[in-house]
DNA sequence: GCCTTATGCTCAC
DNA sequence: TGAGCCTAAGGCT
């Protein structure tokens, strides 16, 4: 599911709701297998770097979890149906009343019309996470190597430097660089797609082809526009001027990509039909008259 | 119901 | 480069 946007939110309400807290820790079906480790512990602090969370419990246990395409957070109950087989996590404050059957059956993350979150984070008691990719205890070391492997992250404060001297040297695509993880961190295929149209960049151009300046744009866009898609956790791209009805602010329904999943659909800008291709394994979409360069 | 697709990544060849 | 892993939703029949 998440692109960095919605990693560094949960790491942001995360912190809110337990940072400095006690911890009961669970694994609900056995699958969970580290957290032993983990229950009754205190959780300092929580970290987001790319798509990567830490939970920092201290004591050289930092739970690693990566929600890779399907992971989720759910700040309360799963229905039942879906709490089979899955694996899973649990944790909640120690002290937090009745945890179990404190909140609604089937309470998500964010639920209102406008896309904003229905729950204020400090009151969150509990939350479960389903399907990630990884989620294990790492050691300090183990986390350090992790942060030391990955590229700036926009929205980290990093510097952009060592990015675009990577993609400065480059011989493959900028629409592949963009993905890799070493190169940039937390840009998924959402902002991969939008970040290259509202450059005007050909996704097809090679990294050493491209302008500093171009380079310069796109970092300095993708802070704002990740940083948006946290409050939001809705990820729009396209100025109000090139959305159907100029809204400010979209309804939930409505189209806020230039090109993102809009193959065979009129350019937003010149109308050109978008189109669709598989790169680095995944769909790229792009307007081949805005982006020829 | 079945099929496809999906904001990710790793590993084997 | 392709297969495999994870889960859910939407568009079919």
Known sequence: MPEGNEVHRWAERHTEAFAGKRMHVEGPNGRFQDSAALEGRKLERVLAVGKHLGYDFGTDRILHVHLGRFGDWTEGQMPLREMQGMLRLRMWRIGAKAVKDALEPVRR????????SNLDPAKVDWIELRGPTDC??????????????????PLNGDKPDAAFEKIGKAKKPIGVLLMEQDVMSGIGNIYRAELLFRARLSPFALGAEVPAATLKAIWKEAKPLLKAGMVDRRIVTTLPKHRPHGDEKPPLKQEVHYVYRRSGKPCWVCGTTVLKKDMAG???YWC???QAG
């Open 136 to 153: 294990s205890v790492y050691p300090q070391a183990k986390w350090d190597a992790l942060l030391k492997r990955l590229g700036p992250d």
């Open 288 to 290: 081949p008259v805005c």
């Open 282 to 284: 995944r769909s790229l």
């Open 109 to 116: 993350h964010y639920t209102s019309d406008d896309g904003s």
